[in-house]
């Protein structure tokens, strides 16, 4: 499953079980290497992303962020973020 098949995935469950996402924040121990996803999750109004580092392409996401229009936050990390026994790769806080 790509990146943005994850996120994709995600807000549908999130709207499946209804949710507002309005001011939600997610967190990732995956990367998010790319900008289209954190160009999708500002399209739907997170405010702020919690996601690790190391990715090849965390500069073009930290440049996605910063845009005027999105008006979020996003923090990227050195460590894995969760700690658990399970690979969680993907959740919202709402």
Excluded: C, W
């Amino acid at each position: 499953m790509s990146r943005i098949d994850s996120v994709e995935l995600a807000l549908s469950k999130v709207k499946t079980h209804g949710h507002d996402l309005t001011g939600a924040v997610v967190a990732s121990d995956a990367f998010f290497p790319s900008s289209d996803s954190v160009e999708t999750l500002a399209g739907v109004g997170i405010k702020a992303i919690i996601a690790r580092s190391g990715a090849k392409r965390d500069q073009e996401s930290i440049e996605m962020s910063n845009k005027q229009e999105y008006q979020f936050s996003l923090l990227v990390t050195g460590t894995l973020n969760i700690n658990s026994k399970y690979k969680l790769i993907f959740f919202i806080i709402s």
